[in-house]
């Protein structure tokens, strides 16, 4: 089995051809030049070391050894065998606030905007680790379940909205009760991350939390949003109470620490400067890894070499390779020349 390990290199094999063509080109013009100026006799004695054939060699020599040279930067390979790999990696669940509350835009470009970017950014760096969802309002439901399909978590992330759960309020303790009954009873340590404004929260966070821990799980928070508050739009007005007051959203991160200390994991506050999730991406390299599976992957050996001894070999040639006639062809030039001259007398 064949195939290319750096692929995007071979789009570059247009240079050496575009080369090859400027190379002519200049031949082309040179030649005309001089034989605008002298004609090809007198030119034998003007320059008679100088050899076009030997100069197109060596303009030949440099393009191919760039073609080989491009090859090898894209990276033969050829599939030797096929090996069994274990699978390993840690289980995360992060849990996403989707209220309304969300909506607020005291961290740019909004809340839940800002939490998907932070998720997606995550997921872009994930290495064999399983990630799940579970978007929650006034209850909680499972976007995606652990998974390391990490193109279809994209999509299930973004099609997240702050309509994907219609019951209205923040009940943490029903998302973490989701997540903890979500995870398998393996003796590997996981971790559920919570991204919330921490907004009327409601249930019994702390039972959840001490069944969690009985299953190995360590849980972080994510507080989004600032203690000063932002108005929540609604369409192109801003939410109202029952008194008619514009209502102001505030970052409640009083119970997200408490989450957090008791849960054995850490709190972070997002504040639109920093990637909060990727820092607890890095405390979760410390878990201890779980194995879920076996992949049939194909060992790739390299041949780059094939191509690159070539390439060097030919850059040394052209190297060696001077524009001057050899003198086999300056005896034959000379003769030539000398047996027009005895023609001419």
Request: aromatic share 10%.
């Amino acid at each position: 089995m064949f195939r290319w390990a750096h692929p995007t290199y071979l789009q570059y094999l247009w240079l050496p051809v575009v080369l090859l063509v400027l190379f002519i080109y200049l031949n082309y013009t040179k030649k005309k030049k001089l034989e605008k100026f002298s004609s090809k006799e007198l030119l034998d004695i003007l320059i008679p070391d100088y050899s076009f054939k030997k100069t197109l060699l060596k303009q030949c020599l440099i393009v191919v050894s760039i073609v080989l040279l491009i090859i090898c930067l894209a990276a033969p390979q050829i599939g030797a065998k096929f090996e069994d790999v274990k699978q390993t990696g840690s289980d995360v669940y992060i849990l996403l606030d989707v209220s309304l509350s969300m909506k607020a835009k005291d961290v740019p470009p909004s809340r839940l905007d800002n939490a998907k970017l932070q998720i997606e950014n995550l997921i872009s760096n994930l290495k064999g680790d399983r990630i799940g969802l579970i978007v929650f309002s006034g209850e909680a439901y499972v976007q995606f379940p652990l998974t390391n399909d990490y193109s279809a978590a994209r999509l299930f992330l973004n099609a997240i909205d702050e309509s994907t759960v219609p019951q209205h309020g923040t009940s943490i303790s029903s998302a973490l009760n989701l997540a903890v009954n979500s995870f398998d009873n393996k003796p590997s340590d996981k971790a559920v991350v919570i991204i919330t404004d921490g907004e009327d929260h409601e249930g019994n966070i702390f039972e959840e939390i001490e069944n969690g821990q009985e299953k190995n799980i360590k849980f972080y928070c994510i507080g989004i949003g600032t203690k000063e508050g932002k108005t929540i739009p609604v369409g192109n007005q801003v939410k109202i109470d029952f008194y008619g007051d514009t209502v102001i959203t505030k970052l409640d991160d009083k119970v997200l620490k408490e989450i957090a200390l008791k849960g054995g994991g850490k709190y972070y506050q997002a504040n639109g400067s920093s990637n909060a999730l990727m820092s607890i991406y890095s405390d979760l390299g410390q878990l201890k890894k779980a194995e879920y599976g076996t992949k049939r992957v194909t060992a790739y050996e390299d041949r780059y070499y094939y191509f690159l001894f070539p390439a060097i070999l030919l850059l040394l040639a052209e190297a060696l390779v001077f524009e001057s006639k050899s003198k086999l062809a300056k005896k034959i030039s000379i003769k030539i020349g000398l047996s027009k001259d005895d023609q001419a007398v």
